[in-house]
T-cell receptor, first 114, second 113 residues
Framework: GDSVTQMEGPVTLSEEAFLTINCTYT??????LFWYVQYPGEGLQLLLK?????DKGSNKGFEATYRKETTSFHLEKGSVQVSDSAVYFC?????????????FGRGTSLIVHP | DGGITQSPKYLFRKEGQNVTLSCEQN?????MYWYRQDPGQGLRLIYY???????QKGDIAEGYSVSREKKESFPLTVTSAQKNPTAFYLC????????????FGPGTRLTVT
């Protein structure tokens, strides 16, 4: 079946440091790829997406590139802020009989210190 | 403002009681989903519905039931048959034409003692 593997957290950084959160996937079809962010006690918010190979999704300074050859979708940000502290989920979605049922990774907690 | 509302934010129940979690959306989305989130886990799909009066089981449907009588509403009932119901429950929806994107509500934390 489909699966998403994320690096385990927590990832602890100082403010203005460079962030990378690794995500790799296995999928039977041609997936769309996503990063979601969850702040404490809240639901998930779509952060960025890419729907085909070599696409780069970007939002709020975060970026991720769909790499089909390495089945990866790593999340990066050049300079993190304390307000970026949250849990980040990588996810994929593949069409199956007219439905799109996402598969989520386990989440990676990011803690940014001032 | 368009969005997804879940109520209540916190819910407490005694073992053996059924409890219904509310999910309403005014985004005019066709598809709606229920997930369960446990600490350190990803999201696990309980049920989903793509049209009114139709829904399908997800990976962990046992002990749960849903209905979809209106496009805007997708309530989840946690029955007494669910062996470990204490968790954070998330409702989501997707627009037709972009079913691969999900928009989430704020969640309900259910505690059963």
């Amino acid at each position: 079946g489909d699966s998403v593997t994320q690096m385990e957290g927590p990832v602890t950084l100082s403010e203005e440091a460079f962030l990378t959160i690794n995500c790799t996937y296995t999928a039977t079809g041609y997936p769309s790829l996503f990063w979601y962010v969850q702040y404490p006690g809240e639901g998930l918010q779509l952060l960025l997406k890419a729907t085909k190979a070599d696409d780069k999704g970007s939002n709020k300074g975060f970026e991720a590139t769909y790499r089909k050859e390495t089945t990866s979708f790593h999340l990066e940000k050049g300079s993190v802020q304390v307000s970026d502290s949250a849990v980040y989920f990588c996810a994929l979605s593949v069409a199956s009989g007219g439905s799109y049922i996402p598969t989520f990774g386990r989440g990676t907690s990011l803690i940014v210190h001032p | 403002d368009g969005g997804i509302t879940q109520s209540p934010k916190y819910l407490f129940r005694k073992e053996g009681q059924n409890v219904t979690l509310s999910c309403e959306q005014n985004l005019n989305h066709d598809a709606m989903y229920w997930y369960r989130q446990d600490p350190g886990q990803g999201l696990r799909l309980i049920y989903y519905s793509q049209i009114v009066n139709d829904f399908q089981k997800g990976d962990i449907a046992e002990g749960y039931s849903v209905s979809r009588e209106k496009k805007e509403s997708f309530p989840l009932t946690v029955t007494s048959a669910q062996k470990n119901p204490t968790a954070f429950y998330l409702c989501a929806s997707s627009p037709i034409g972009r079913l691969y994107e999900q928009y989430f509500g704020p969640g309900t934390r259910l505690t059963v003692t």
